[in-house]
């Protein structure tokens, strides 16, 4: 079956330091989302790739759909406290689903 | 996120006790969602509906039941057949078609007395 995995599972990095999470499908997928849920709280979007080798920037974000959009990557720089949280990526499956991945639980340490 | 109400925010059951969680959204979306979390896991996808009176299940949908009489509710039932129920439960919609986004509410934690 579809298998989204994540990597890393934790991530603990100082204040201003950089973080990147990598998500890799065992499918070609037709787009990936990446969403992030604070703690306690739920998950909420935070953009959808399409095409391949795509980058798109939010601020100190930057994601990236690979070139045979089977894996894609986000990238933090400089992180904030107000960046904890767990990333997760999410990509479609044949019943016009979600299939989340096992997520990236980030720890920034003031 | 708002526009997706689920209740209560904690719940408690005991053996043998079915639990109806509560899922409203004034979104418009086709498209609901119920989701299981575990600590420190990702989301796990218990039914969906994309459409009245239709639902279909996922893939850890054992012991749960869901109904969705009217497009804004999607109620989730845990019944007493799901041995392991203590979680975090997601409900989420969104607009029926590829490429768009799931909205989320904030989910009930519930528990085993």
């Known amino acids: 079956g579809q298998q989204v995995m994540q990597i890393p599972q934790y991530q603990h990095v100082q204040e201003g330091e950089d973080f990147t999470t990598y998500c890799n499908s065992s499918?070609?997928?037709?787009?990936i989302q990446w969403y992030k849920q604070r703690p306690g709280g739920h998950p909420v979007f935070l953009i959808q790739?399409?095409?391949?080798?795509e980058v798109k920037k939010q601020k100190r974000l930057t994601f990236q759909f690979g070139e045979a959009k089977k894996n894609s990557s986000l990238h933090i720089t400089a992180t904030q406290t107000t960046d904890v949280g767990t990333y997760f990526c999410?990509?479609?499956?044949?019943?016009?689903?979600?299939?989340f991945g096992t997520g990236t639980r980030l720890t920034v340490i003031p | 996120d708002g526009g997706i109400t689920q209740s209560p925010k904690y719940l408690f059951r005991k053996e043998g006790q079915n639990v109806t969680l509560s899922c409203e959204q004034n979104?418009?979306?086709?498209?609901m969602y119920w989701y299981r979390q575990d600590p420190g896991q990702g989301l796990r996808l218990i039914y969906y509906?994309?459409?009245?009176?239709?639902?279909q299940k996922g893939d850890i949908a054992e012991g749960y039941s869901v109904s969705r009489e009217k497009k804004e509710s999607f109620p989730l039932t845990v019944t007493s057949a799901q041995k392991n129920p203590t979680a975090f439960y997601l409900c989420?919609?969104?607009?029926?078609?590829?490429?768009?986004?799931?909205?989320f509410g904030d989910g009930t934690r519930l528990s085993i007395l």
């Open positions: 989420a919609s969104r607009i029926q078609g590829h490429n768009q986004p799931q909205h």
């Open positions: 499918t070609t997928l037709s787009n």
């Open positions: 790739l399409v095409k391949s080798g």
């Open positions: 999410a990509g479609p499956t044949g019943a016009n689903n979600l299939f």
């Open positions: 979104l418009n979306h086709d498209a």
């Open positions: 509906s994309q459409i009245v009176n239709d639902f």
